[in-house]
């Protein structure tokens, strides 16, 4: 090994060495600058315990891990590719001496699904763990079952510069924590936060001059995303008071590999550098030169919403521990100072730590990883366990897309899509498009959605057309740049090209590997321009099939799914009959449809037949009142079709009818006063006896099927149902023995001394009770009782022009003392009428006076 400077992390190293060789687990938590990326798999390599057998160390991020790759490789005085080297997913530099690999993102999970015991690899490195990304998590939760089951001599070594370390010692199993401090500098921190409306790349601009002006060294400004990044850059490149000495350089994950070393490396002798970074300078890598550091405060993260079953790019506060890597920035060479573009109340608010990717992101590939592995989310040890109602969607979603069955365990094509190492909505379109001749333009379909557009600015906002994208992709030359007379070439980035030729190239070359038992039923790919552009919309929709849409009247788009959406701008591609979407910004009620296309309607009916439901549905028509039966032709929540049904079914129709009904029990019937009347009295007598059934309208209505279904059997009208007898149906839902027992405890009507029959009211507050003149109660001792003789009727008295003169529930306290007070104005009023003086002994009568006997 080259001799080089002393680290922090040579302190520790004998402690970590004993410690994986007692306990086969370690956590090592090291500040930034203590060298624990680089140095520790170099000092490990030639321990005893190791055998001969290699490291694989996990590297969040492709640029980092390329860069430790060399770094260490440089150590030993070798090439990269030797004893060290890297894979990433676009590239690969290892050969059979290789013993230190460093990965990234699903390479650690292919390798250990293709062999999970990992023969040959004696121990695993989890770097910068904090950043606690989704493969990470996945791949310490299979590393530690596969140590658990099959490989007790791996050994797992989790490092970080912030993490809690306690928690994660406990999830290996009591592991033991090695502290390291890192050689950090002291740093000043300057609250800067922007001016009210001011854009934030004004407010970066700004601070950056006033950086300039005030400190020497390079400065390292830290931006959402690739975006901001340009606009910045932009605005900075165009500010005369950045003197000549000054280089402006961007750093993201999509840049080309010199462009990154550019940002990274020292700065030309007598020149300083600005670089604009995303996250992905937070850590592990060195931006030589660096004293200065101005921080936007803001992260750009995928948030997976159960709710819609989308993923929203958003933009959001930065958290604490996000605030503090990158403020560690400016320290790690020499004294600095840290622009924080928010104020120190703003500050104390932040949150703690930043969420692990887990409880954020989509799942699908999580979920599709676990079933190749055979384990469930319970089987597996998590820092946290992925959340319930993601992990159903994500297993949802992959029965649509085939890659599991009804048990939910992977199915061959499952198996397929894992291999591919791509997202299992892009894996299931690349395995379909082969059959169909189209894996070429599917490979660069997929490239165009993962990876950044091909379009700058405005371009990208006007146009939501994957078949201009895809034309320009298809006619370009193998070197990446657009062919003259490309679509909108002059807008093109041709980096982005470059980048999106290079990875799709890849996945052709590996989807030809695996699919090779697939049969092309044409070959379109080498075919016809017309072919592929006009199976866009049907490979975008194998991607996100729940994204299928159907325009609608006014021009918005229903999809499959049951989502509404909209262009966010007028064109062409919204006139479509049918799209298939790719990107759609789901933040509000509606999304807005970012990246689409065009579904011929003949590709809906022949590759989503199968998946089509035809079904019969009988309606209650209000305005004609009569009930029609149609048949439905549905994708989802899609109406293809909506026909009259020629052939409906009796039952189909009744069940529909007694569904109105239910609805509208109190206007479809037809009740009259002595059906309501009947309803009433059961309703009296089972508030004292709950036996009664119970007649209400609620309750009628919420068992229509039991009582009325087998009186409208064939009936399909309103006006049929309005010549139904609703008193004899009631009759026999009440029963012949109790109708007799309702007719003696709840009468229709009382007989008064006169003879006549009143009628008993059953309804009001004051039921029952009957309103009946006075003289024809003359006689009449007791108030008359119902309801099991418990309550007594209320007696409306009447005058002899029917107007009321007392209301009384005891006719016999009546008799011996109102009645005598209300006689005298009787009597003044109606002078030829009978007022005895004994009315107990009066005989009753319905005219003026009794018949003289």
Known sequence: MHNSQPMPIDKVLPTLIEKLQEDGRAVLTAEPGAGKTTRTPLALLDEPWLNGQGIIMLEPRRLAARAAAVYMAQQLGESVGE??????????????????????????????????????????????????????????????????????????????????????????????????KGSMYPVETIYAPTRPNELLEAAVARTVLQALNAHSGSLLVFLPGAREIRRV??????????????LITPLYGALPQEMQQQAIAAPPAGKRKIVLATSIAESSLTVAGITVVIDSGLRRTALFSPRTGMSRLTTMRAARDSADQRRGRAGRLAPGVCYRLWSEAEDRLLAPATPPEMLEADLTPLALELAAWGASPEELVWLDEPPAAPYRQATELLRQLGALDAAGAITPHGRQMASLGLHPRLAHMLLRAVPLGLSRAACRLAALLEERDLFRGQAAANDSDLRTRLS??????????????????ADVDGYALQRLLQVSGQWERQLHKIADDIQPSNEMAGGNTDDWLSFCGLL??????????????DGRYLLRSGRGAVFRNRQLLGDEPF????????????????????????HVYEYYRDQMEESAHADWDEHTGVVRVRRRLTLGAILLQDK??????????????????????????????????LQARVEFLRR?????????????????????????????????????????????????????????????HLIVPSGSKIPVQYEGPQAPYVSVRLQEVFGMMETPRIGYGRIPITLHLLSPASRPVQVTSDLRSFWSG??????????????????PDDPLEATATRKVRPNKP
């Open 83 to 180: 004893t060290v080297g890297y894979r990433i997913r676009t590239e690969s530099r290892v050969s059979a001496r290789t013993r230190i690999t460093v990965v990234t993102e699903g390479i650690l999970t292919r390798m250990l699904q293709n062999d999970p015991g990992l023969t040959g690899i004696g121990l695993i490195i989890f770097d910068e763990f904090h950043e606690r990304s989704l493969h990470a998590d996945l791949g310490l939760a299979l590393a530690m079952q596969s140590r658990s089951i099959l490989r007790e001599d791996l050994r797992i070594l989790v490092m970080s510069a912030t993490l809690d370390a306690a928690a994660v010692a406990c999830l290996l199993e009591d592991a033991p924590v090695i502290e390291c």
């Open 579 to 602: 799209v298939a979407i790719a990107e759609v910004d789901d933040e509000g009620a509606e999304g807005r449809i970012l990246l689409a296309a065009p579904m011929p309607e003949e």
């Open 644 to 677: 009259p049904d020629p052939n409906p079914t009796a039952e189909r129709i009744t069940e529909a009818l007694l569904s109105a009904v239910a609805e509208q029990i109190d206007t479809l019937l037809p009740w009259n006063a002595k059906s309501k009347q």
């Open 688 to 748: 004292l006896e709950p036996s009664w059934p119970d007649l209400t309208d609620e309750a009628l209505a919420r068992h229509v099927h039991e009582w009325l279904a087998p009186y409208v059997t064939g009936m399909r009208k309103r006006s049929e149902l309005q010549s139904l007898s609703l008193y004899t149906i009631l009759e026999n839902r009440i029963g012949w023995a109790r109708m007799q027992e309702l007719q003696a405890e709840a009468p229709t």
């Open 818 to 835: 109102t009645y005598f007070e209300i006689k005298k104005d009787l009597k003044g009023r109606y002078p030829k009428h009978y007022w």
């Open 233 to 246: 850059q932009s605005a900075l490149e165009q500010e005369q008071r950045v003197g000549s000495d000054v």
């Open 540 to 553: 975008v929709s194998y991607a996100y099939p729940d994204r299928i849409a159907r325009r609608r009247s």
């Open 472 to 489: 320009l992709v298809m006619a370009a030359g193998e070197e990446g740049s657009p062919r003259p007379g490309a679509a909108n070439s």
